[in-house]
């Protein structure tokens, strides 16, 4: 298979590159708490999200979205550049070259 960057050069698209933080369940499903994503130019944390499910399969789905919808989980936080996406544009909001993305699952201690 070929890596994604060569197709969007290939196809003179704009590449950028985001990283996805996160912790805990997720982690253990990625297999790493850090990744760096490349995606065309005007992708939205939608978009990385979409990939990371189709990437990781139906268990980091079912941690992420309600069953059988693209309705993000209540309890999932999800920031860009350390603000909450719920104070920019929620899942659409649009990802720069070097944006950060915080993909929290709930955290639970006492």
């Known amino acids: 298979m ?3 960057s060569w197709v969007f050069r290939t ?3 704009a590449v950028i590159k985001v990283k996805v933080y996160t912790i805990l369940g997720v982690k253990k499903i990625i297999g790493q708490g850090e990744l760096e994503v490349s995606i065309s130019q005007g992708s939205t944390v939608q978009t990385v ?3 990371m499910t189709k990437t990781y399969g139906d268990e980091l789905s079912s941690h ?3 069953p059988g919808t693209v309705n993000l989980l209540p309890h999932i936080r999800l ?7 719920r104070f920019l544009n929620g899942m659409e909001t649009v990802l720069h070259d070097g944006d950060e993305v915080l993909l929290l699952p709930p955290v639970a201690g006492g």
């Not at 920031?79 to 996406?85: E, H, L, Q, T």
Request: proline content about 5%; cysteine-free.
């Open 49 to 51: 999200l979409f990939w």
């Open 64 to 66: 992420l979205f309600e």
């Open 11 to 13: 196809l003179r698209l």
């Open 2 to 4: 070929l890596p994604i």
């Open 79 to 85: 920031m860009v550049n350390g603000r909450s996406v």
